[in-house]
């Protein structure tokens, strides 16, 4: 690792091979974790190659823990995380909006490391217990269209640095592997990323894969739909910037986003959107991203008939419902 870490202290890349071996060996407690740190840190410093984001995705993969759902052709919604915005749980809820309108979500998520509260630390807080096993999550997909993978289950390397991601409390390339390690490799994704950069670093990444995904980025810097700016969208078939306004949604200040200060109040916003008692710029953001979802699901459809579907199934409550099925399934 030291003869590396100078390699790559010199502005010098890893290749693919070079990568999957160096996660293996984090996974397998090869390292300490000063050097682990120091690893992190080479890439807060400077953008990760495609080689080395594939190399690391290569390495989770095959040591991930299978979830064999492809039966349910389903979506993940997630973002990158570390756009240090904290906000409220947008991408968890849109995911029970998308499944309350009769689409299959897998979410993969985890414990917030650079925000509030994280996927996993609001469905906890509801009483949920994380599972692995395969009945399980095909019984919480029949009962209610969603089940949910948390990332520690069925990924050890993603375990082994949670610890140092913990107390680092900035975003790390791990924010970035996150979305594209879905044990399940779910048929269809939505990811929200925070820069260009990663903008198009996903997209060239997907585009080598079989996933049919759907790419956003918040040209103001959050890693999902905030309707605060202009944002761009990239599928396999084209890239597209939309305004609020084009899509018929008003413009959301960035304090209407927050996730609060505690998870306690993190999970009362995100129960709020639920219930349909949430703000309006709260509501919006939701039914923004699902209906962004949804579309990657069924490009043929505009993108107000998907904002119709997941208005109705949030306004008329079935996104609630969703929810508190899986509660009881997953509890």
Same mark, same amino acid.
């Not at 390339?173 to 044990?183: I, S």
């Given at each position: 690792?030291?003869?590396?870490? /100078?390699?790559?202290?010199?502005?010098?890349?890893?290749?693919?091979?070079?990568?999957?071996?160096?996660?293996?060996?984090?996974?397998?407690?090869?390292?300490?974790?000063?050097?682990?740190?120091?690893?992190?840190?080479?890439?807060?410093?400077?953008?990760?190659?495609?080689?080395?984001?594939?190399?690391?995705?290569?390495?989770?993969?095959?040591?991930?823990?299978?979830?064999?759902?492809?039966?349910?052709?389903?979506?993940?919604?997630?973002?990158?995380?570390?756009?240090?915005?904290?906000?409220?749980?947008?991408?968890?809820?849109?995911?029970?909006?998308?499944?309350?309108?009769?689409?299959?979500?897998?979410?993969?998520?985890?414990?917030?490391?650079?925000?509030?509260?994280?996927?996993? +630390?609001?469905?906890?807080?509801?009483?949920?217990?994380?599972?692995?096993?395969?009945?399980?999550?095909?019984?919480?997909?029949?009962?209610?269209?969603?089940?949910?993978?948390?990332a520690p289950l069925f990924n050890p390397a993603m375990?082994?640095?949670?610890?140092?991601?913990? +107390?680092?409390?900035?975003?790390?390339?791990?924010?970035?592997?996150?979305?594209?390690?879905?044990?399940?490799?779910?048929?269809? !994704?939505?990811?929200?990323?925070?820069?260009?950069?990663?903008?198009?670093?996903?997209? /060239?990444?997907? !585009?080598?894969?079989?996933?049919?995904?759907?790419?956003? /980025?918040?040209?103001?810097?959050?890693?999902?739909?905030?309707?605060?700016?202009?944002?761009?969208?990239?599928?396999?078939?084209?890239?597209?910037?939309?305004?609020?306004? !084009?899509?018929?949604?008003?413009?959301c200040r960035p304090e209407e986003l927050s996730g609060?200060?505690?998870?306690?109040?993190?999970?009362?916003?995100?129960?709020?959107?639920?219930?349909?008692?949430?703000?309006?710029?709260?509501?919006?953001?939701?039914?923004?991203?699902?209906?962004?979802?949804?579309?990657?699901?069924?490009?043929?459809?505009?993108?107000?008939?998907?904002?119709?579907?997941?208005?109705?199934?949030?306004?008329?409550?079935?996104?609630?419902?969703?929810?508190?099925?899986?509660?009881?399934?997953?509890?």
């Open positions: 690792m030291k003869d590396l870490l /100078y390699r790559l202290f010199e502005h010098q890349y890893m290749d693919r091979s070079e990568a999957q071996k160096v996660l293996a060996g984090i996974a397998a407690g090869k390292y300490n974790s000063e050097q682990v740190s120091a690893l992190i840190t080479v890439f807060l410093m400077r953008s990760i190659s495609v080689e080395e984001l594939a190399g690391f995705r290569d390495a989770l993969l095959e040591m991930r823990r299978p979830a064999d759902l492809s039966a349910y052709e389903p979506i993940d919604i997630v973002g990158t995380g570390g756009d240090g915005k904290n906000t409220f749980n947008i991408s968890t809820a849109a995911s029970f909006v998308v499944a309350g309108a009769g689409y299959n979500v897998v979410k993969h998520g985890n414990y917030g490391a650079t925000s509030v509260s994280g996927a996993s +630390n609001v469905i906890e807080r509801h009483g949920v217990r994380f599972t692995d096993d395969p009945d399980r999550l095909r019984a919480s997909l029949d009962a209610c269209r969603i089940a949910y993978l948390h375990k082994a640095v949670a610890p140092i991601r913990r +107390n680092l409390a900035v975003r790390t390339f791990f924010n970035l592997l996150g979305p594209l390690v879905n044990p399940a490799l779910p048929k269809y !994704q939505l990811l929200g990323v925070y820069n260009l950069s990663l903008f198009r670093l996903y997209n /060239y990444a997907y !585009q080598s894969g079989g996933t049919r995904f759907g790419v956003v /980025y918040s040209m103001d810097g959050y890693d999902e739909i905030s309707l605060t700016s202009e944002f761009k969208v990239a599928t396999p078939e084209k890239e597209q910037v939309f305004t609020p306004e !084009q899509i018929g949604l008003g413009r609060g200060d505690t998870p306690e109040e993190a999970a009362r916003i995100f129960d709020s959107v639920l219930n349909n008692t949430a703000t309006a710029a709260r509501r919006d953001c939701v039914v923004a991203n699902a209906a962004f979802a949804i579309r990657v699901i069924c490009p043929e459809k505009e993108v107000a008939e998907c904002l119709d579907e997941a208005r109705e199934s949030l306004l008329g409550g079935k996104a609630a419902a969703a929810f508190r099925k899986f509660v009881e399934i997953n509890s």
